[in-house]
């Protein structure tokens, strides 16, 4: 198979592309490493030293002897697209190359235009080339569970949802309402390829994906080989955040109650699932919604969880709620529905409570690094300032 991955350089991206490259899939990797500057535009960094792009695939062909192309560029432009799909004739292009931080979207007015316009121009591309080009590749889309927000009954994993109208049947698809700008654009994201399989009879698969936690898969072995890894308030996801708060010393910060509650899942399980999806695609010419998370937890248990962790490493490690800068609800139900993943046999292979031990442990070499960006940490964008 070959697989085309739009934000190869990602945390997600990088060890999907090596994933794939290890089981024999061809793989082209694209990205504008937007990422990499917006991290550095709020004061922050990696965890881990990212090597360039190309240094990272020198080191997969060295120590992993895999070949992956890898081309920067920005796919918001149609034509750099076109001609990335038309050349390499791509089985499944893979769409992760958007900005993915709901607090980024959140700063101010230039930040939410950029994130509307770079997240749906890059999709409404990547949409009408397939059409025109081959309108036979799989496409598979990176949304988020927060695109459903937090409502009063259970998830559907459909796309469609049986209603009542007028007294008639019909069908609407799954409500959402999202918590940011960013969920917003993700939303109009599922919206347009719901709409454009109907009418381009397009293959699609969209995932909503929990909160990632992790700092490596089986195959990042040696430091070369490390995805990124981030940990500040604009674009580290919780539990990457708590561990890092740890390490420093730093009190875990739940926001306001801690009783939010989302589905989670490793880094290594992620990446699992993505390409079992690629390995299995829908049917041609489907829709498909999958809800992809394998544990659910509260802000609150999560912060225990890294609590117990720390500790039996021999770390201080407190907890202080702090102020919520967003607009959330802090306690509400939450029962997603999760059956394709299952149906193709899928089975996780990490939990929460092993996983955070082996992430701090990996952290732990990089304290010093760690501390020159503590003060990325806390929160500092607020919703409704």
């Known amino acids: 198979m070959k697989v085309l991955v739009l934000g190869a350089d990602g945390y997600l991206g990088w060890p999907l592309s090596l994933r794939l490259a290890i089981k024999g899939h061809e793989v082209m990797g694209i990205d504008n490493l937007a990422t990499r500057r917006a991290v550095e535009e709020i004061g922050s960094n990696s965890a881990f030293p990212l090597p360039s792009p190309q240094e990272r695939v020198k080191e997969a062909k060295r120590i992993l002897g895999v070949n992956i192309d890898f081309s920067i560029g920005d796919i918001t432009n149609k034509e750099f697209l076109r001609e990335a799909i038309k050349s390499y004739k791509p089985d499944a292009v893979v769409h992760f190359a958007e900005q993915r931080s709901a607090p980024y979207s959140m700063k101010d007015l230039d930040h939410a235009v950029y994130t509307v316009r770079n997240n749906l121009e890059s999709t409404l591309n990547l949409i009408y080339l397939v059409k ?74 969209d995932i909503m994906q929990g909160p990632v936690y992790g700092t490596r898969t089986s195959e990042i072995v040696e430091e ?59 049917k041609r010419e489907e829709y498909r919604v999958v809800n992809q998370f394998m544990e659910i937890y509260s802000i609150n248990e999560i912060a225990e969880i890294v609590k117990r962790a720390g500790e039996d ?70 919703w409704k300032s």
């Open 224 to 282: 070369s080989l490390r995805t990124r890894f981030d940990f500040d308030e604009t674009w580290g996801t919780v539990v990457n955040r708590f561990c890092v708060e740890a390490i420093l010393g730093i009190p875990l910060t739940p926001y306001g109650k801690g009783g939010q509650t989302r589905g989670f899942l490793s880094l290594e399980d992620s990446i699992n699932a993505l390409t079992l999806l690629l390995e299995n695609p829908p």
């Open 132 to 205: 025109d080009i081959d309108p036979s590749i799989h496409i598979l889309k990176m949304g988020t569970m927060g695109e459903y927000g937090t409502p009063n009954f259970d998830i559907p994993e459909s796309p469609f949802v049986d209603a009542i109208v007028n007294g008639k049947n019909d069908k609407i698809f799954t409500p959402r309402w999202g918590g940011s700008v960013y969920h917003m654009s993700k939303i109009f994201d599922s919206y347009f390829l719901a709409y454009f399989n109907r009418i381009f009879n397009l293959t699609i698969t």
């Open 313 to 382: 490493l021999g770390l201080d490690v407190t907890i202080n709620h702090v102020e919520n800068p967003r607009v959330e609800a802090e306690e509400h139900y939450y029962n997603p529905e999760r059956k394709v993943l299952p149906a193709l046999g899928y089975k996780p292979k990490k939990n929460l409570a092993e996983e955070v031990k082996i992430m701090i442990e990996d952290l732990i070499p990089y304290k010093e690094r760690l501390e020159r960006y503590k003060t990325a940490i806390m929160p500092k964008t607020k």
